[in-house]
């Protein structure tokens, strides 16, 4: 009689060989896994949060439009008790549908100056060095916005506001949300560029 391994001993075996295997492809399937369900918990978390923002734009103008230099006034009021981190300026243009992004050039809060500047700039930065100012509001708060002086008002078609917000120092564009004003509609404004 030809002798092989005893049932046990495969049996044995066949464990070892099964833990083994557990132990080498769990740690693989955990990570993923991990940073996947992180990434939900954000993105809900960041859906619900950008639920709860609500803002209108009110008296929209354009100045400086005969001086060659035009920009838009426009006033932004927080509807709730959330805060909004900040706004993208976006300029749809008129014939390519391209998209530009813009700035706010002036923001004034209850006829204060804005003084919050974005981090990634630094203390040293400001508008001067090319730094955005942060169209920060609090909840039910309001803002006065000035955008930047563009070549021309007749190429835009549209000026598109996008919340930020901010969520354990990350922020997050709420892109369900925006706003927009037809440039072609909008009267001379009262007040100076």
């Not at 959330?82 to 300029?91: G, K, P, S, T």
């Not at 007749?154 to 037809?182: M, Q, V, W, Y």
């Given at each position: 009689m030809?002798k092989?391994?005893?049932?046990?001993?495969?049996v044995?075996?066949l464990?070892?060989?099964?833990?083994?295997?557990?132990?080498?492809?769990?740690?693989?399937?955990?990570?993923?896994?991990?940073?996947t369900?992180?990434?939900?918990?954000?993105?809900?978390?960041?859906?619900?949060?950008?639920?709860?923002?609500?803002?209108?734009?009110?008296?929209?103008?354009?100045?400086?439009?005969?001086?060659?230099?035009?920009?838009?006034?426009?006033?932004?009021?927080?509807?709730?008790?959330?805060?909004?981190?900040?706004?993208?300026?976006?300029l749809r243009?008129?014939?390519?549908?391209?998209?530009?992004?813009?700035?706010?050039?002036?923001?004034?809060?209850?006829?204060?100056?804005?003084?919050?500047?974005?981090?990634?700039?630094?203390?040293?930065?400001?508008?001067?060095?090319?730094?955005?100012l942060?169209?920060?509001?609090?909840?039910?708060?309001?803002a006065?916005?000035?955008?930047?002086k563009y070549?021309?008002?007749g190429?835009?078609?549209?000026?598109?506001?996008i919340?930020?917000?901010?969520?354990e120092?990350?922020?997050?564009?709420?892109?369900?949300?925006?706003k927009?004003?037809?440039?072609?509609?909008?009267?001379?404004?009262?007040?100076?560029?």
């Amino acid at each position: 009689m030809k002798k092989g391994i005893s049932p046990l001993i495969a049996v044995v075996l066949l464990i070892v060989i099964g833990v083994s295997l557990v132990a080498i492809v769990i740690p693989m399937i955990r990570q993923p896994t991990e940073e996947t369900m992180k990434e939900a918990s954000e993105t809900t978390e960041r859906i619900f949060e950008c639920k709860n923002i609500d803002y209108d734009i009110m008296n929209p103008c354009k100045c400086g439009y005969n001086l060659g230099q035009p920009a838009v006034w426009l006033e932004i009021e927080n509807k709730k008790n959330n805060e909004i981190y900040n706004f993208i300026f976006q300029l749809r243009m008129k014939d390519t549908n391209e998209v530009k992004v813009s700035r706010p050039w002036s923001c004034m809060k209850k006829d204060i100056l804005c003084s919050d500047i974005d981090t990634i700039c630094g203390a040293q930065g400001g508008i001067e060095s090319g730094c955005p100012l942060l169209v920060k509001l609090g909840e039910y708060e309001k803002a006065l916005i000035r955008t930047e002086k563009y070549s021309s008002l007749g190429d835009i078609e549209s000026l598109e506001l996008i919340p930020e917000i901010a969520i354990e120092n990350k922020r997050f564009i709420c892109k369900d949300i925006i706003k927009k004003i037809n440039i072609q509609s909008l009267t001379a404004c009262t007040r100076s560029c």
